[in-house]
């Protein structure tokens, strides 16, 4: 370590907190999860009193959470605290938000500082050398950041590669931040950010966080200039449009912060000579674990492979110049014929078309897997489907089992005797699968392959994938979900078979258990919606009214299976119960008239002209639900069986004509 960073390191007292200031200096070298959000609003509070514009990052990592940052990060406590209670809104509507787990100070002009960043032991050295052309660097505030691991292969032991620091100057003016100003250093000015104290580094989750020196901190020395010969030296340097070197040198090793752009621009050269995919990921992998000082993960490398991939290569005939249409463009625009002969859609059990996806969705628990496997069984049988929804030939399903697995499936069977017709019904265990080395995985490229040579081999006319989320690795954003459903899509087109993907709703709130179903209750991303040819949503109901019951129905309950969108002609509302032994379907249910039920027993409680009000209803009805009960009086006012006076809650109630010999008929 040379001397300034020696010095950076100096212990020096604590000084002592100034009055009406929060606990700043007592939770400094704490070390609390990052993860309290009292921990983090000091420390919020603590930058923004020097001026400073914040960004929220993800727990544990160096990402910022926002899109567009550079134009979204703010000095507003207020913004700032709605962020530390609610999370951070991944959506314009806010339905989904994400915690946050520390903060980056955003350099420039904006925040009026700019950083000198020193990465790791080779850091200490650039600076060493740095030093001899500038001078030292002057005692200004400084803060030391975990530094960097590199992964031993052999025994799996981290190697600690060096801490670093950050050397604070305040701003002279507009400055664009520069990569790799010397080896292990940069500049960090406008378009950039530094992480900041009490965040985790993603090479050390559990610690140590970034740290403010002692003695450097920005409660103990002022934020001075920067140097006028380090100055001079960064504004002498040109910037360029890419300032670090994306390709080494044959056979030598790849350093962490050029590590991404290496691979990229590796894996573009070999596309842009026509290797496919796989090719590529084969070279990455190889060159990702031989020559790189931190190996990426290897999902990170597919995914570079994948997105190189999706570009034209030059030697395969699918590069096409701008400038020019392609070759019989022109062709695509048909004109209407109504007479043309097209092939009707084919329905599988009557509800999934073939080359066209499918989704099967309701909140986990309510037994969206027993009504997959009973509709499957029948279907691979062939005859009466699903207790006379449709009459169908024998179809050959396959069926990729997640989390339940084939265990789970054959209880099942054996418990409600159903038995498919083997040599139409297969299943494709995952956990076995991948406890032997074999990826179904459709977010990996060897997994695609796998699950593309099956259903080559088995030639099925039904794929169903329970739960999708057993067979991908990402988040259920729209990004990453939709080449995922588009692949599907395409294979079910070339192969002509329906595919159909189970997946989970969200838990609806107390005040959302009353209402039914839609698209938007799917779990993660709207592009399931929106890919989907049909969608079918399970929820539990009372078998007797059809009252929904919510996400945790206690006692004894029916399941509804509705069609929340079809691209044709929607199916009727059908429910089953699951009982001892059997399957009940109920194809026609006709539910009791809930207004009858009412209005009869108000009529004999209050027909002698006694106001009541919806509480005295609710008392005769303890099951149902207040809003429910003040909906239908409502109605019952409207159709003139009762009158009303007062609003709200001091509504009252009445019979109409009570006095008469009336009959009611309804």
Same mark, same amino acid.
């Given at each position: 370590m040379n001397e300034q960073t020696q010095g950076a390191d100096a212990a020096t007292p604590t000084?002592?907190?100034?009055?009406?200031?929060?606990?700043?200096?007592?939770?400094?070298?704490?070390?609390?999860?990052?993860?309290?959000?009292?921990?983090?609003?000091?420390?919020?509070?603590?930058?923004?009193?020097?001026?400073?514009?914040?960004?929220?990052l993800l727990p544990k990592e160096k990402r910022c959470i926002m899109d567009e940052w550079s134009k979204r990060c703010t000095n507003d406590i207020h913004i700032i605290k709605e962020w530390l209670d609610a999370g951070y809104p991944r959506d314009v509507l806010g339905?989904?938000?994400?915690?946050?787990?520390?903060?980056? /100070?955003?350099?420039g002009t904006v925040s009026g500082i700019i950083v000198i960043d020193i990465d790791g032991s080779r850091g200490e050295k650039s600076l060493a050398d740095l030093a001899l052309q500038v001078g030292d660097m002057p005692k200004t505030p400084t803060q030391r950041t975990p530094g960097k691991v590199k992964i031993i292969d052999e025994t799996g032991e981290k190697l600690h590669v060096g801490k670093g620091y950050h050397f604070f100057f305040r701003s002279w003016g507009p400055q664009k931040s520069i990569r790799d100003f010397m080896p292990s250093?940069?500049?960090?000015?406008?378009?950039?950010?530094v992480v900041a104290a009490p965040?985790?580094?993603?090479?050390?989750?559990?610690?140590?966080?970034y740290e403010w020196v002692e003695g450097r901190d920005l409660e103990d020395i002022t934020i001075v200039d920067c140097p006028q010969s380090l100055r001079e030296l960064i504004v002498g340097v040109p910037i360029k449009k890419k300032q670090r070197k994306s390709v080494v040198s044959p056979g030598e090793k790849i350093p962490d912060h050029t590590r991404d752009d290496t691979l990229t621009s590796l894996a573009g050269s070999m596309r842009w000579r026509g290797m496919t995919e796989i090719e590529i990921y084969?070279?990455?992998?190889?060159?990702?674990?031989?020559?790189?000082?931190?190996?990426?993960?290897?999902?990170?490398?597919?995914?570079?492979?994948?997105? /190189?991939?999706?570009?034209?290569?030059?030697?395969?005939?699918?590069?096409?110049?701008?400038a020019e249409p392609q070759l019989g463009i022109n062709g695509l625009a048909w004109e209407f014929d109504h007479q043309k002969n097209v092939e009707p859609v084919k329905f599988a059990g009557g509800l999934f078309p073939k080359r066209k996806l499918s989704v099967v969705s309701a909140v986990s628990g309510i037994g969206k897997s027993w009504f997959m496997q009973r509709l499957v069984?029948?279907?691979?049988?062939?005859?009466?489907?699903?207790?006379?929804?449709?009459?169908?030939?024998?179809?050959?399903?396959?069926?990729?089992?997640?989390?339940?697995?084939?265990?789970?499936?054959?209880l099942r069977g054996q418990d409600m005797a159903w038995t498919p017709k083997?040599?139409?019904?297969?299943?494709?265990?995952?956990?076995?699968?991948?406890?032997?080395?074999?990826?179904?995985?459709?977010?990996?490229?060897?997994?695609?392959?796998?699950?593309?040579?099956?259903?080559?081999?088995?030639?099925p006319e039904v794929v169903v994938f329970d739960s999708f989320f057993s067979f991908h690795g990402g988040d259920d954003t729209y990004v990453y979900i939709k080449p995922l459903l588009k692949w599907l899509l395409v294979l079910a087109n070339d192969k002509n078979f329906a595919v159909v993907v189970v997946h989970h709703n969200r838990k609806t709130k107390k005040h959302e258990q009353r209402l039914a179903a839609t698209q938007d209750d799917i779990i993660g991303t709207n592009v399931y919606a929106r890919l989907a040819a049909v969608s079918l949503t399970l929820e539990a109901i009372d078998p007797d009214t059809g009252d929904l019951l919510g996400s945790s129905p206690d006692g004894e309950h029916?399941?509804?299976?509705?069609?929340?969108?079809?691209?044709?002609?929607?199916?009727?509302?059908?429910?089953?119960?699951?009982?001892?032994?059997?399957?009940e379907i109920n194809l026609h249910p006709d539910f009791k008239n809930k207004n009858d039920e009412i209005l009869e027993s108000i009529l004999a409680t209050y027909g002698d002209g006694t106001r009541f009000c919806a509480g005295d209803v609710n008392i005769m009805f303890p099951n149902r639900n207040r809003s429910n009960i003040s909906r239908d009086l409502s109605r019952l006012v409207k159709d003139g069986h009762l009158k009303s006076e007062g609003k709200a809650r001091w509504t009252t109630y009445q019979v109409t004509d009570f006095e008469s010999d009336k009959v009611f008929t309804y």
């Open positions: 000084p002592q907190k100034k009055q009406g200031q929060r606990s700043y200096y007592n939770l400094r070298n704490s070390h609390p999860q990052a993860t309290s959000t009292d921990y983090l609003l000091t420390w919020a509070e603590h930058y923004i009193r020097h001026g400073f514009y914040l960004v929220p339905t989904e938000r994400l915690s946050v787990g520390g903060w980056g /100070i955003v350099t250093i940069d500049v960090k000015s406008d378009g950039g950010y965040s985790y580094h993603p090479d050390w989750p559990d610690g140590p966080p084969t070279a990455l992998a190889r060159v990702n674990q031989d020559r790189c000082d931190s190996p990426l993960e290897d999902t990170q490398v597919r995914k570079i492979a994948r997105s /190189i991939a999706s570009y034209p290569g030059k030697d395969s005939g699918e590069a096409t110049s701008a069984t029948d279907l691979s049988n062939g005859g009466t489907i699903f207790g006379g929804l449709v009459e169908s030939a024998p179809m050959k399903v396959l069926f990729f089992a997640g989390e339940g697995g084939c265990d789970q499936m054959i083997k040599e139409n019904f297969l299943i494709v265990d995952a956990i076995p699968a991948e406890l032997q080395g074999f990826s179904l995985m459709l977010d990996d490229i060897q997994g695609q392959t796998n699950i593309k040579s099956i259903i080559e081999k088995n030639t029916a399941i509804k299976v509705s069609c929340t969108k079809s691209w044709y002609r929607k199916p009727s509302t059908f429910i089953f119960r699951l009982l001892d032994g059997r399957m």
